[in-house]
């Protein structure tokens, strides 16, 4: 498949690019495969294009001073990114974007993404609805965020690495281990080792984790506890909020 079949098989895609001809996306639009754990953006670094996830995920991701990162969310088909930065004019980028599993994106030009909006007026209004939508969520979930204890953030962790194991095909029975050590579970939410220790502590007596060895499992019926109890915090802290 090339561009323009990617762009005439969905609609928002059509709807982002309404107006300007296909020559035009043939010339300039590029399609950029990258694998699981490929950098697609580096924080700080340089960003001269904007790229739209056409399949696959990836995770935006913040990385501090002190060798931390933090998952910020998880970037699905349809995401866009580096609009930002470039129009912005601060052309760095302020995150990490990091393939999950193998993303293929649809890649401008900064100066074509730029000229674009100047030229034609429908992609200029669509990139200006886009942007305004990532900051009203973006602002939804920030307070979200804030709002979660450490244990909420252990088990959406937890659940995320499941279904990316699984590369999101949840079975009806599976018995799944968890490839991350305790140190990379803490990394992913700004926890240290000690805290993570005494959370899966927790979540194993409360059988909704295994521990074996000093390996992580989690079988279906434990998945679902999960889900069950995310959805239940999140359901609570919107009676405190």
């Known amino acids: 498949m090339n561009v323009l079949d990617y762009i005439s098989r969905n609609e928002d895609l059509k709807k982002y690019f309404e107006k300007i001809p296909d020559e035009e996306l043939v010339k300039h639009c590029k399609l950029e495969i990258y694998k699981p754990q490929n950098i697609i953006a580096k924080k700080g670094e340089n960003l001269n294009f904007i790229g739209i996830i056409i399949s696959g995920r990836a995770l935006l991701l913040n990385e501090f ?27 760095f980028s302020a995150c990490t974007i990091e ?92 926890l240290n080792e000690r805290t993570i220790n005494r959370l899966l502590l927790k979540l194993k007596n409360e059988d909704l984790i295994t521990i074996s060895s000093g390996k992580i499992f989690v079988n ?22």
Request: charged share 25%; net charge positive; with cysteine.
């Open 65 to 91: 001073e002190n060798g931390h990162a933090y998952i910020l969310k998880e970037l699905k088909p349809l995401s866009v990114i580096g609009d930002i930065e470039i129009v912005s004019a601060y052309k």
């Open 99 to 190: 393939a999950i599993n193998t993303c293929t994106l649809i890649t401008l030009n900064e100066k074509i993404f730029l000229k674009w909006i100047n030229t034609y007026h429908s992609f200029s209004i669509n990139v200006s609805k886009r942007l305004a939508e990532r900051f009203y969520e973006s602002s939804n979930e920030n307070g979200k965020y804030l709002a979660y204890n450490s244990n909420y953030s252990l088990i959406s962790t937890i659940i995320n690495v499941v279904e990316n194991t699984l590369s999101g095909n949840v079975k009806t029975n599976f018995d799944v281990k968890l490839k991350n050590t305790r140190k990379e579970l803490g990394e992913r939410i700004g």
């Open 220 to 241: 279906s019926e434990q998945y679902l506890k999960l889900k069950d109890l995310k959805e239940n915090l999140q359901m609570d802290r919107r009676k405190k909020i």
